[in-house]
C-alpha cells in the first residue's frame, strides 16, 4: 500500500441548465399554497446551487452503470472487475456477492471495492473514491459545490427570477381525481460555476482516470442532474472556461512556469475526448510518462 502526489488537474466551468432543475431540500415549514418540494439553496444568499455531493453521486452512478456494462472487454485492462459478474447482490440480500452492484446504501445497491488494493485495479474506486470493509480508499476527485455565475447572481438581484413554481398534476386512475403539487425549480438558462479538481497519484493511470471523469460528464449532459429527469427535468451541459495542469512543484514554488495549461477551450466534452492525446501531450510531455 502506497500513495503518491505528481499534481493536479483543474478544471474549471459552467454549468448551464437547459431545462428546469430540481435538486431537492427539506422544506422547513408546510404553507397552504406553497411549494411542496423546494430546491436546495445556499442559507447565506438564498439562491439556488448545484452540491457537490450531488455532482459527483450522478457522475458516479452513471459510470458505474457503464462499467457494468463493460466487465467482460474490461477486466484486463482493471484487473479488479475479474472478481465481478453484472449485477446486483440485491437478490441475495447480503453485500459482497460476486456482482458487481455489491454494497448496500439504505434501499438501493451501488458499487465499492472492499479493500485498497482492489480499489486502485477499479476504474469506479480509483476514480471516486471507496469506503471498503477491510480498508478505505481516497477519492482522486474533488467535487466543489456550485453557485450561481456573477452574471446570474446580477440578474437576479434585478429583479429576474431565478426559480419558478412548476405545477404538477397527478390524476387517479381509477376516479380520475387530480392531485396537483408545486415543485421548484430552477429555470432554464441559468448557469453555475464548477471546479473539479483531479489528484494525479499514478504515472500510468492519470490518463486513464481523466478519460474515465470525462466519459461520466458526456454520459451526465445525455441523462439529467437531479430530480424528475424522466419528465423533461435537469439536462444540462458543461462548458470548460480553464483546464490546467498545475505540478507538485508548483505547490512548494508557485511558479507559473509549473502550471501547464490545456487547450480544450469550450469544445464539448465529448469532443475533448476525441481530441484527448494532442490536448494532454503538453501535460504528457511535464510528467514524464504516459
Given at each position: ?8 488537474v ?8 437547459l ?8 422544506r ?13 439553496k ?9 452540491p457537490?455531493?450531488?455532482l ?33 447482490c ?6 459482497n456477492?460476486?456482482?458487481?452492484f ?5 434501499r ?24 471498503g470493509?477491510?480498508s478505505?480508499f ?19 438581484k434585478?429583479?429576474?427570477?431565478v ?12 376516479t380520475?381525481?387530480?392531485?396537483p ?10 448557469e ?12 500510468n493511470?492519470?490518463?486513464d482516470d481523466i478519460?474515465?471523469l ?13 430530480g424528475?429527469?424522466?419528465r ?16 507538485a512543484d508548483?505547490y512548494?514554488t508557485?511558479?507559473?512556469?509549473e502550471?501547464?495549461a ?9 469532443d ?12 504528457e510531455?511535464k510528467?514524464?510518462?504516459?
Amino acid at each position: 500500500m502506497d500513495r503518491h502526489f505528481y499534481g493536479k488537474v483543474v478544471i474549471r466551468g459552467r454549468i448551464k441548465a437547459l431545462t428546469g432543475l430540481h435538486i431537492g431540500a427539506q422544506r422547513d415549514v408546510s404553507e397552504i399554497g406553497g411549494i411542496d418540494n423546494p430546491v436546495i439553496k445556499d442559507p447565506h444568499t438564498g439562491l439556488p446551487y448545484i452540491p457537490g455531493s450531488s455532482l459527483k453521486g450522478k457522475l458516479r452512478s452513471l459510470f458505474e452503470v457503464f462499467t457494468n456494462s463493460k466487465l467482460d472487454s474490461w477486466k484486463k485492462e482493471y484487473p479488479a472487475l475479474k472478481n465481478y459478474l453484472p449485477g446486483s447482490c440485491r437478490d441475495d440480500g447480503k453485500e459482497n456477492c460476486g456482482r458487481f452492484f455489491n454494497k448496500r446504501i439504505n434501499r438501493g445497491w451501488i458499487h465499492v471495492c472492499p479493500d485498497y488494493s482492489s480499489a486502485i485495479n477499479c476504474p469506479v474506486c480509483r476514480l471516486f473514491g471507496a469506503s471498503g470493509k477491510e480498508s478505505n480508499f481516497p477519492s482522486r476527485l474533488i467535487v466543489r459545490d456550485a453557485f450561481l455565475t456573477k452574471d446570474w447572481e446580477e440578474r437576479w438581484k434585478a429583479g429576474e427570477e431565478v426559480t419558478e413554481a412548476k405545477i404538477e398534476v397527478g390524476i387517479d386512475r381509477v376516479t380520475s381525481q387530480a392531485n396537483p403539487r408545486t415543485n421548484e425549480r430552477v429555470v432554464a438558462g441559468a448557469e453555475f460555476e464548477f471546479e473539479i479538481i483531479y489528484n494525479v497519484e499514478d504515472l500510468n493511470q492519470w490518463k486513464d482516470d481523466i478519460k474515465n471523469l470525462l466519459t461520466a460528464m458526456a454520459l451526465l449532459e445525455d441523462s439529467y442532474l437531479g430530480g424528475s429527469g424522466s419528465r423533461g427535468y435537469g439536462k444540462v451541459k458543461f462548458i470548460f472556461e480553464t483546464f490546467e495542469f498545475r505540478s507538485a512543484d508548483y505547490y512548494r514554488t508557485g511558479w507559473e512556469s509549473e502550471k501547464t495549461a490545456i487547450p480544450v477551450g469550450e469544445k464539448p466534452v465529448i469532443d475533448v475526448l476525441k481530441d484527448f492525446d494532442g490536448l494532454f501531450s503538453g501535460v504528457e510531455k511535464k510528467l514524464g510518462a504516459g
